[in-house]
């Protein structure tokens, strides 16, 4: 049973940093496209980062040059780490994890089969 557990979330100041997890189990992340989104308080959940098995990243304009996303095969584990934070960044970040063997990355919710049940993230002014 494939299973997505985040965290790393949190309250912090404008222009401070977190770093989010993403524990996976029932699957390797070797073999998995992986990406991150995010739901604001009234918006709609879009895609944030987004990693091919290849290493290959994708981001969104908005989080370009401030957020990483990486991760650790050999701990089954995804990261995204967010530096000089916005209020605007604030959110639910969600991770999801693709059809194994697929080459792409994306920031489209329909590619992704699994879900996890998001950690929050605050940031303020």
């Known amino acids: 049973q494939v299973q997505l557990v985040e965290s790393g979330g949190g309250s912090v100041q404008a222009g401070g940093s977190l770093r989010l997890s993403c524990t996976a189990s029932g699957y390797s992340t070797r073999r998995w496209p992986m990406g991150w989104f995010r739901q604001g308080p009234g918006k709609e959940r879009e895609g944030v980062a987004s990693i091919g098995i290849s290493g290959n990243t994708a981001y969104v304009g908005s989080v370009k040059g401030r957020f990483t996303i990486s991760k650790d095969n050999a701990k089954n584990t995804l990261f995204l780490q967010m530096n000089s934070l916005k209020p605007e960044d604030t959110a639910m970040y969600y991770c999801?994890?693709?059809?194994?063997?697929?080459?792409?990355?994306?920031?489209?919710?329909?590619?992704?089969?699994?879900w996890g049940q998001g950690t929050q993230v605050t940031v303020s002014s």
């Open positions: 999801a994890a693709g059809p194994p063997g697929q080459q792409w990355t994306s920031l489209d919710e329909p590619h992704y089969d699994y």
